[in-house]
């Protein structure tokens, strides 16, 4: 198949189980479409087995064609986080900044340290041969919340104003901590031997950097934007902003994703309001709502046909179940820590720890990244058990997250939990 034949086979699978989604299921469209994606991967696969037909081989060779790790990394990531940051207050983020900056650095380390701890542990019980980096490596690209995922369920979810600006805004950054944390131990796994320094100088280079360069970038399209009255430029601006920035955010060595969340954040913030006419603004804001929807299916549509990659096994299968818990306890921990030494903050935010902990979302960053290791039997255990607390995550909590919400924020609550 050509580059061509792959994107239109893609589109229109997508379109055509949006319809269905919209029609009968009527879920939030994320988790609607990874879960008829997901179901017909396993329908296709059981077919294969039985030799009824080959679907699940013509879903593989499909899929062999998009390089999904690639695709999200280094293209669709920085449009989707843009789209996202497009919308988010300066005011509410800066009302927010310490939540926001513990959950985010305190947060992803102490999860990366407790599920890499954890799972070293479990995968020496049941006997499967995974290396105490590659387990922090698991810790790394888990703990991380998704913020395609959060930003998309969060719209439907009713959360308190201040609690999902704190979502929204760990969700935007705690990815680069991530990232830097991810590419460390890589080099580790690799033999490298960073020190402390080196370390420190990495996350300095990438996020603060990033941070940086992303702030660099939205200023030049705000000079732009403001010098010219068209809107179709204007958003061919934002465009070049986005790849332009995206692509050398990387070429420097500086965190892309959080450029792209920067950049979006100055111009969302002021470009908007100080930039723009109304007119162009109503333009700027349908074709990034847009572009934002529709790469949005996509991406979770290939998540869902993903499955027919894994190959799983009884050790496998027993890994991933036990798996889940295991991050959703270091989430806990991620939370409940940090939560407990603001206490201002869980006191204005009824039930913060329990919504922040099953409202940690994880999704295509962490999926994107298990694709991206080195090939190795290491590589086949991460990626089946990094698939199974994706797909609990939308599925599960995502589909439940509003209905806890409401049930932990309800006025006249008695005694809210911490």
């Known amino acids: 198949m050509t580059d061509f034949q792959v994107a239109a086979v893609l589109l229109t699978l997508t379109a055509a189980l949006a319809y269905v989604n919209a ?28 030799g009824v037909s080959d679907i699940g081989a013509q879903v593989t060779t499909l899929l062999d064609k998009v390089d999904l790790a690639y695709a999200l ?14 919308h988010v207050n300066l005011g509410d983020l800066h009302a927010q900044r310490w939540p926001i900056a513990v959950l985010a650095l305190v947060g992803t380390a102490l999860s990366t340290a407790v ?30 919340t998704d913020p395609i995922a959060v930003l998309g369920i969060l719209k439907s979810a009713g959360a308190p104003h201040g609690l999902a600006v704190t979502i929204t805004g760990e969700s935007l950054f705690n990815d680069g901590v991530g990232v830097v944390i991810f590419l460390v131990l890589l080099g580790v796994a690799a033999g490298g031997e960073p020190d402390a320094v080196s370390i420190g100088q990495m996350f300095v280079q990438e ?43 990387e070429a420097l060595h500086l965190s892309a994703p959080i450029t792209a969340v920067t950049s979006g954040l100055l111009i969302g913030n002021h470009g908007r309001t100080l930039a723009m006419s109304a007119s162009t603004r109503e333009h700027l804001d349908t074709f990034w709502e847009l572009i934002d929807e529709i790469l949005n299916a996509v991406l979770f549509l290939l998540i869902g046909l993903e499955v ?5 096994t009884a050790d496998l299968a027993l890994a991933a179940i036990v798996m889940i818990p295991l991050v959703l306890l270091a989430r806990l921990l991620a939370v409940g820590v940090p939560a407990a030494i603001m206490p201002r903050f869980r006191r204005a935010n009824p039930g913060a720890v329990a919504i922040l902990t099953w409202g940690g979302l994880r999704g295509g960053i962490s999926v994107a990244l298990a694709l991206s290791l080195p090939a190795g039997p290491e590589r086949s255990t991460i990626l089946v058990v990094t698939y199974a607390v994706v797909v609990f995550a939308i599925l599960i909590q995502g589909l ?6 409401r049930r932990l924020t309800a006025p006249g609550r008695a005694s809210p939990p911490a």
């Open 23 to 50: 029609r009968v299921l009527r879920m939030p469209p994320a988790i609607g479409l990874m879960a008829m994606a997901l179901l017909a991967s396993l329908v296709g696969l059981a077919l294969d087995a039985t």
């Open 73 to 86: 990394l280094h293209g669709m990531l920085g449009i989707l986080l843009f789209a996202g940051a497009l």
């Open 115 to 144: 599920v890499g701890g954890g799972a070293y542990l479990v995968f020496d019980l049941l006997g499967l041969p995974v290396p105490l980096i590659y387990c922090l490596l698991f810790g790394s690209l888990i703990s991380p």
């Open 207 to 249: 996020a603060i950097g990033g941070a940086v360069f992303g702030l660099l970038v939205g200023y030049v399209g705000f000079r732009l934007l403001r010098s010219i009255e068209q809107y179709s430029v204007e958003i061919l601006i934002t465009l070049a902003m986005v790849f332009g920035g995206y692509a050398a955010a």
């Open 308 to 312: 027919v990659h894994l190959t799983l």
């Open 400 to 405: 439940s997250l509003g209905r806890l919400i």
